[in-house]
């Protein structure tokens, strides 16, 4: 097996001779990275103009290792896919003086939209108040392409587009997935998805027929089993710990697959969370990758890997009353506090990696984007441009104007590390409330590193109608006594891989990304409320408070 | 088999002895239509509320037929597809006091917009200089909700959403369709879609498997082809004249249809483009659509009505010097004026209409919509849960900030109308042209009644290398010499429904959907030019013009 590829915060070098800066520790200051974006033909600034990430990665990849071919796990569907048969008429628009009665494109003429503005947060005053208070209105007219204001403009962004979205994003995008990742193989791209729910449905049809097994954690994104299952997909769960999969346990059950006791041949796709997985929250160390990396490599395994979180690591937790530990002082050292993802590691491109705006900007963007290699990202969007196309070209409009024309690369890390500090506190918030109100005889929990999900293990032997009740009918009951205290948490069997596995652990999972602290102080509090009266145990307020209002002055309900 | 519905011009008696107004003669002045929307619940306008466009119809449904159940028709994959099962914790949330720490969507308060502003059109001022002098600019505030300012806002739009998309939107579309369609079956639904090429996508996996055959017209949207092939199901062509379909081949090929020599099952899918059809321009009349639902119905056909184009129907064409049909004097004459949709006519909810955007708004908003019975619409939307998801919710706070709150429908209906006149000019713009330059003893049409596409039929029996070149042959020649007279039009032959099928027609399509006027003449000059040399033919500006420019002005190349 190679060893893992260098990650991504090691300097880069031009095998042409010229000695790129370093992206990390040079400062970046602007959408130049590597003070060379390259000048672009106009035309591929049009409407519905082809776009090729490759034209806009800086650094040599070529003297990289190509990536393994994946005929052999394609589908029947994805193995008989061709491209667009109206594209061969594209060939001949560049012909000088060429008049097309082609393409039904409609003119923009018709668009009932003269401006889009968007008052947005200036670097570094990213909070809404200052936003409301000092924020800038930036904007995009109908023909500003035309007027040489912009390369992307409403004329332009609101018509037809290709499969990959458009060159304008994917540029940013292919530059911003080069800087933090730089894959350690020649020939990988990127394409925009609509998001990674529709990517994954996308690549599962790349990879799998029905009757197939695919891998996964043993606790998953529910969605994730859904969306695989009506094609006669199976999700077999791999055991975790706090660290997410467990190698060894991917190892032993592949090594010992039988297809004949299975009934499905050998699984090859991995899909994982390795960053703040939902719904354990765990967050796979550089080591637990390689080890992963490793085994993928020794079983031919294909990864999905699906990382929403990975820009919700946080800060070390340190405690209650314990100082915090001090912010990132540069971007470099940011992006170097960032676990290296699968994908940096990927020196045969088998990796698909999954990324999205959905957690650090927007959800409703609609826009996320695939990295991988050439192959498979070609077979992607042709599946795209006779599916779902490419993402709105609003939204696309829209993040182009705040990414790339208004906060470019710099502001956008300035953003990450404020997204960073602030699901830093509203994690130690959880925690505290935990610390302070939760049963420590009958829960447990690890700090989550990442993510927006915090991970409670119920110790239901210690339950007094254990085991006269079996584990679905406790966690029903725990569930039905915090909702009669006033408190929503997620039950653990929701999230099981393989709901016909036997499981022998009990979890709840709530969330800090979405209410307002002392809302989730309260939760928490009324949580280990409905614990206590659960488990028949005393002090329904933790550490000897008295009823009425806890010392945050929070009414109790 | 039941008569066709009548159509959805007549009133509509509600059954509880109510008369509601004629929709379409009582003035449609807001969104209050038919006086009376309904007082929604503030939560639905929540964030990822669930929305169900049953209770955003106006008009009564129930005494009407309920729709067939599909269940005989539909994939492995549908018949097992179940709801999402994290929303199980949702009938928790309307507990009065609840806190809930359950789904992880992240807080407005990280998303980096404050205010989204638009400048558009105001009714009837439609055009772009217009839009620039006149135009007025609407916005959204990121808490217009809460502020009860707005009934949606950024905080909401650019959260998470359902399949279904937004019930802000979701109400207005509905609206729309009740207005324009009035199904009349009981259970009608609509639901968004990424796009009607998402939609087709979605709607074959639905129906067909690996092996199937789907009818359409024999020259039919390449894309939809390309879209079915990978699946495995192939598209069989039925043969049309200027109205598109013929109902008599069609009956014709079920009635004959044998599983052992066709190597597949009867078909039981019609995609069909009924207005406008691309490539062929063919519109099918109101007795045509009720001909193809009786054969429909006759073998038990599901119809996948895509309208694209449905309100790109023109006004009648009256020929060179003739003076101009006058325009709709009111939004009812407008709405009378179209053909109606096979929707108006599905008594058994045989139907899946899907509506665009598109053409009349524009392309880059990704949205469109469905139309169906609620077993086929519900069963979308568990797919759309665990894929595309709901479109971009930029989008759609675009389109409500524009259709609902600022023009309503009544100002809707003027865009439209508008955008009916604008295509009525370059289609007539493409026709005179053709009149003009065209060698008419080698080339024919018929003007386009709806749509985009000028549809050429080549006589290429007079061609000289005739038979000694086959069909494709000269067809490719004549193409060949257009591009090298400067001008690009589109072989009919990309446009078969089979490839495979013996074909004994040769066209041509063009768009006077794109180019400015000016250009569009002049690439047809150029093409009847390339149609002469290619056919040896005299006389290559037509009509006796002598070389240099044209009495336009329009420099020859």
Redesign the interface.
């Known amino acids: 097996m190679p060893p893992p590829s260098a990650i991504n915060v090691e300097a880069v070098t031009d095998t042409s001779g010229v000695t790129l800066p370093d992206p990390l520790s040079a400062p970046i200051k602007s959408n130049e990275i590597y003070g060379r974006r390259r000048k672009a033909e106009k035309a591929q600034w049009g409407v519905a103009a082809p776009a090729d990430s490759a034209s806009f990665r800086h650094c040599a990849h070529d003297h990289k290792p190509k990536a393994k071919r994946w005929d052999h796990r394609f589908s ?3 193995l ?3 491209g ?3 594209k ?2 594209a060939k ?2 560049g ?1 000088p ?11 923009s ?13 200036s670097v570094p005053h ?3 108040l200052e ?2 208070d000092s ?1 800038v ?1 930036i904007s995009a007219g ?1 023909h500003d392409l035309a007027a040489d204001k912009s390369i992307f403009d409403i004329s332009t ?5 290709q499969g990959t979205g458009s060159a304008q994003l994917l540029r940013w995008i292919t530059e911003h997935t080069e800087m933090v990742h730089n894959p350690p193989y020649a020939d990988w791209r990127c394409t925009m998805s ?2 990674s ?2 990517a994954l ?1 996308m690549a599962l049809r790349m990879l799998t027929r ?1 009757g197939d097994f695919i891998l996964s954690e043993e606790y998953t994104f ?2 994730a089993v ?2 695989a ?4 997909v199976r999700v077999i769960g791999i055991a975790m710990d706090e660290q997410g999969l467990l190698p060894d346990s991917m190892d032993a059950m592949l090594s010992a697959w039988d297809p004949s006791t299975r009934g499905a041949r050998k699984p090859f796709v991995l899909y994982t969370v390795p960053t703040g997985q ?1 719904p354990t929250g765990a967050t796979q160390d550089t080591q637990r990758r390689r080890d992963i990396y490793s085994v993928a490599q020794k079983h031919d395994i294909y990864i999905l890997e699906d990382e929403p979180y990975y820009f919700l690591q946080m800060q070390p937790y340190t405690g209650p009353g314990a100082p915090d530990v001090p912010p990132p002082s540069s971007h470099a050292e940011f992006l170097r506090s960032l676990v290296p993802s699968l994908l940096s590691m990927d020196v045969d491109g088998r990796v698909m990696r999954m990324d999205s705006f ?10 996320g984007w695939i990295t991988a290699s050439e192959q498979v990202v070609t077979k992607y969007i042709m ?1 795209a ?14 993040l182009f104007k ?1 990414l790339d024309e208004h906060w470019g690369h710099a502001g956008y890390l300035d ?1 990450l590390i404020h ?1 960073r500090l ?1 699901y830093t506190r509203r994690r130690d918030v959880i925690l505290q409330a935990c610390e302070r109100f939760l049963p420590k005889e009958v829960v447990s929990w690890k700090p989550p590193m990442a993510g ?2 915090h991970w409670l293990r119920i110790n239901y032997p210690s339950h007094p109608s254990y085991p006269a009740k079996s584990i679905p009918e406790l966690e029903e009951e725990i569930f039905m006594t915090s ?1 009669a205290h ?5 039950r653990g069997s ?1 999230f099981y891989a393989d709901k016909e596995a036997r499981h022998d652990t009990m979890f709840f999972r ?6 307002p602290s002392e ?2 102080v ?3 509090r ?2 280990g409320e409905a614990l206590r009266e659960s488990f028949g145990l005393k002090g329904v307020n933790g550490h000897g408070e008295e009823n009425g209002k806890d010392e945050d002055g929070v009414k109790k ?1």
């Open positions: 029947a569907e994805t008989s896919r061709k667009n048969s109206l061969q008429a001949y628009l012909k003086g060429l008049i097309s009665l082609g393409g039904g494109l409609p003119s003429e018709y668009f009932p939209f003269d401006t889009l503005a968007l008052k947005v947060p990213f909070s809404e936003t409301q924020g209105v109908k962004a609101f018509n037809y587009g609509v998001g729910t529709s449905d029905r529910a969605t859904e969306t299952a009506p094609m006669g939902n959905s957690k650090v900007l927007s959800p409703g963007s609609r826009i599946h441009d006779v599916s779902t196309q490419g993402p709105s070209g609003m939204s696309q409009l829209i705040l953003w997204i602030e927006m999900f909702i006033g408190a929503l948490v997620m929701w709530a969330t800090y990304a979405a209410a809302r989730i309260e939760a928490i009324r949580f309900v």
